[in-house]
């Protein structure tokens, strides 16, 4: 009886596992927890009885003085524990680096196969071919290593545990596997499989563990690392991590396809799951995916901030948001790059129209189409797109929210033809009731929207009275985000002969909207920044409450999302700051560390 094997995991597998648990504690979600516990649950019962032959027919051995005693089918306490983890541990990584990738639109939907027809897929079936056969002959392979009773004799115990659950992962997930980012998918199983060689060349190097001689190559890594554990650690990691990815993308087919699993649990069932991996991606909604693929790299490409809050939601509720985001985006865009105010205007009158008919349930064309060459690429081999708010519930969403919305931008073009003259009566926004108003229209309604996407998603307990009182204070969030929009952008509006900032306070300071256009950089102008920096941060203030009313599930990301914005306020308040493409920005570990105490609470 000893403690040098229960001492490996106190010094060299525990640590790194709490380490990882508190950076990530403010981030996991119980479908985290239940996705590891799966993960787990699996690769205990998947390697006890491998473990236990390796074991009983002396392959490798445990000396007496080196456990403490306990053991289960002759396999030590410690060795149990070493499944769980190692498993737990690589888990956590892997969710750690995929947090910030939103991974629905790495789906691939692929065209049924029709005479003469080549698949712009080819290569993704040629590369799952070419992965199903590497994991059949290894399976072959390994049979010929153990029937020679030889020194291959453990290389080959490990092919044939480890190679038909690769072959079954791949086959059900080799769309992930490929498509995913690498910091999705090597890393987590690099960088466990690193460290773990290290520990492993130590308790080899102190006899912790000792294999037969008969039945290894003797062929080292490096001095003290025998290859076959070197092998042994790089495929447990890539099994962790593949069955993570198979996992994922189950997920990710029951969030993206609603007409296809409807009533999906918050925990989806191990049948459902498979249900899901089975789908053939030749039933995919290719006009759903496309939207959603093009409303990540909207959001990305147009506000890293929301793009980084936009992860910590999870599930339906997410996508929604994406969508939400890109419609609003995609029909700002149309009006500001209209290239006449007469464009602009018909714009507008496209989407009333547009919504006008989708409240109908019914799909226009011309009105649509319209829309859809400003929002949506083309489908190879379609001849038409989609576009986002035909995938929202709208059911569930005021259409009066929208319709505000677009008179928000009508207000915008009241600035496309400035007045020659300095009266400042014919400038939209002469109060700051005027400015709240615009707030409202453009970024209140925005903030009303998510939240009753929200209510559609989450069950909140909530009356009508709380409802409502939750969706003003969610409108005013809204118009105190759009103030530090306005206080960061005066530069960039004032090229488009926009001022937003109120005609009564510039008399104040002894300016008019002409002194914005020509010097928006002024003494004067800085002040005024600041006093709408003010506002804006007291109307937050006056309204953060109502996000602790939210559901448990949606607290934290609302309050990355609102915080990661109103930081480009706390920036603007420096005195130096990083500006790109004209704008203050935040530094990417900045943004980090905002959401990741946004999430604490």
Same mark, same amino acid.
């Given at each position: ?32 927890? =239940? ?19 390796? #074991? ?12 403490? *005693? ?12 070493? !499944? ?67 020194? +291959?004799?453990?290389? *080959? ?66 001095? *003290? ?31 993206? !396809? ?33 939207? #959603? ?12 901030? !929301? =793009? ?80 986002? #708010? ?87 969030? *809204? ?66 409450? +109502? ?55």
């Amino acid at each position: 009886m000893g403690i040098e094997y229960a001492m490996v995991h106190v010094l060299y597998t525990i640590p790194p596992a709490v380490l990882l648990t508190l950076l990530y504690q403010p981030l996991i979600s119980k479908l985290d927890l =239940y996705k590891i516990g799966f993960l787990v649950t699996i690769a205990v019962l998947a390697t006890v009885p491998w473990d236990s032959y390796l #074991i009983r027919n002396c392959i490798w051995t445990y000396p007496s003085n080196v456990i403490i *005693g306990p053991t289960l089918f002759d396999i030590p306490a410690e060795e149990l524990f070493f !499944f769980v983890i190692q498993t737990y541990t690589t888990s956590i990584l892997y969710l750690m680096l995929s947090k910030a990738t939103f991974q629905l639109p790495y789906l691939r939907a692929e065209p049924k196969l029709k005479r003469r027809r080549v698949s712009n897929n080819t290569s993704w079936r040629l590369c799952r071919i070419a992965g199903q056969l590497f994991f059949a002959g290894a399976i072959i392979a390994s049979i010929g290593m153990i029937r020679d009773n030889g020194r +291959a004799s453990y290389m *080959g115990l490990i092919a044939l545990w480890a190679a038909p659950f690769l072959l079954l992962l791949w086959s059900l997930a080799y769309q992930f596997i490929l498509g995913l980012p690498l910091i999705n998918t090597a890393l987590p199983i690099l960088i466990p499989t690193l460290y773990l060689w290290h520990v492993d060349t130590l308790a080899l190097q102190r006899g912790t563990w000792v294999i037969a001689s008969g039945t290894k190559l003797g062929v080292h890594l490096w001095d *003290g690392l025998e290859i076959e554990e070197a092998v042994f650690f790089l495929i447990t990691n890539t099994l962790v991590v593949f069955g993570l990815l198979a996992f994922d993308n189950a997920v990710a087919v029951l969030e993206s !396809f609603p007409d296809t699993f409807r009533n999906v649990p918050s925990l989806p069932s191990p049948i459902l799951l498979v249900k899901a991996l089975l789908l053939s991606a030749t039933d995919y909604d290719e006009k759903r995916l496309l939207c #959603i693929q093009d409303a990540a790299n909207r959001l990305k490409r147009k506000s890293r901030s !929301f =793009y980084l809050a936009s992860s910590t939601f999870s599930g339906k509720l997410r996508v929604d948001l994406l969508l939400l985001y890109s419609w609003c985006r995609v029909a700002d865009d149309m009006v500001d790059d209209a290239a006449t105010p007469k464009q602009a205007h018909a714009s507008i009158r496209d989407l009333e129209d547009l919504l006008r008919e989708e409240y109908r349930h019914r799909y226009p064309s011309s009105v649509v189409r319209s829309f859809r060459e400003h929002f949506c690429a083309p489908i190879p081999n379609l001849s038409d797109g989609n576009q986002a #708010i035909s995938q929202l519930p709208l059911r569930f969403l005021a259409k009066k929210h929208f319709e505000d919305m677009l008179l928000g931008f009508k207000q915008d073009l009241e600035f496309a033809d400035p007045p020659p003259c300095e009266q400042s009566v014919h400038w939209p926004i002469i109060t700051e009731r005027d400015l709240e108003t615009y707030a409202r229209r453009v970024a209140g309604t925005v903030a009303m929207l998510c939240l009753q996407l929200v209510f559609y998603h989450f069950k909140t307990g909530l009356d009508e009275v709380e409802r409502t009182e939750i969706l003003s204070a969610g409108a005013r969030t *809204g118009v105190a985000l759009q103030y530090v929009n306005i206080a960061r952008d005066i530069a960039v509006d004032a090229r488009m002969n926009r001022v937003y900032l109120p005609q009564e306070w510039l008399k104040e300071e002894g300016l008019t909207a002409r002194d914005v256009l020509q010097d928006p950089d002024s003494l004067g102008i800085k002040r005024l920044r600041s006093r709408l920096l003010d506002r804006a941060f007291r109307i937050y203030e006056e309204a953060r409450g +109502a996000i602790e009313k939210l559901p448990q599930e949606t607290r934290g990301p609302m309050r990355v999302a609102v915080e990661s914005y109103m930081e480009i306020g706390r920036v603007l308040r420096e005195e130096h700051y990083t500006v790109k493409a004209g704008k203050a920005t935040v530094p990417t570990l900045r943004r980090i560390k905002v959401a990741w105490r946004a999430l604490r609470g």
